[in-house]
């Protein structure tokens, strides 16, 4: 069994600072990207960015030059600094990780809240 741990979510003013973190942990082979999406109330879940192995990373239109997602693959973490935040950045964020052989796992959510 696989588990994605979020961390790092809470509420902060327009123009603010997050930074979330996710350590996979459990059993697999290897994970082959990682990344985060986002669910607002009444909205789809969407991508916000993700970073394969390799270190390619591909980002939402409406983060970049924002948002910058790192990650360890000898820790098996992922990290997305959230910078110059709006309120419609306010959403739960989910960490995502492509496993190897497993296919797709998911965080329980982090909430994030940007007041205006």
């Known amino acids: 069994q696989v588990h994605l741990v979020e961390s790092g979510g809470g509420l902060v003013q327009a123009g603010g600072s997050l930074r979330l973190s996710c350590a996979a942990s459990?059993?697999?082979?290897?994970?082959?990207?990682m990344g985060w999406y986002r669910q607002a109330p009444g909205k789809q879940r969407e991508l916000v960015a993700t970073?394969?192995?390799?270190?390619?990373?591909n980002y939402a239109d409406s983060v970049k030059g924002r948002f910058t997602i790192s990650g360890d693959n000898a820790e098996n973490t992922v990290s997305l600094q959230m910078n110059s935040l709006k309120p419609e950045d306010t959403a739960v964020y989910y960490c995502?990780?492509?496993?190897?052989?497993?296919?797709?796992?998911w965080g329980q959510g982090t909430q994030v809240t940007v007041s205006s």
């Open positions: 459990g059993r697999f082979f290897s994970i082959n990207a």
């Open positions: 995502y990780a492509d496993l190897h052989y497993l296919g797709d796992s």
């Open positions: 970073i394969t192995r390799e270190g390619n990373t």
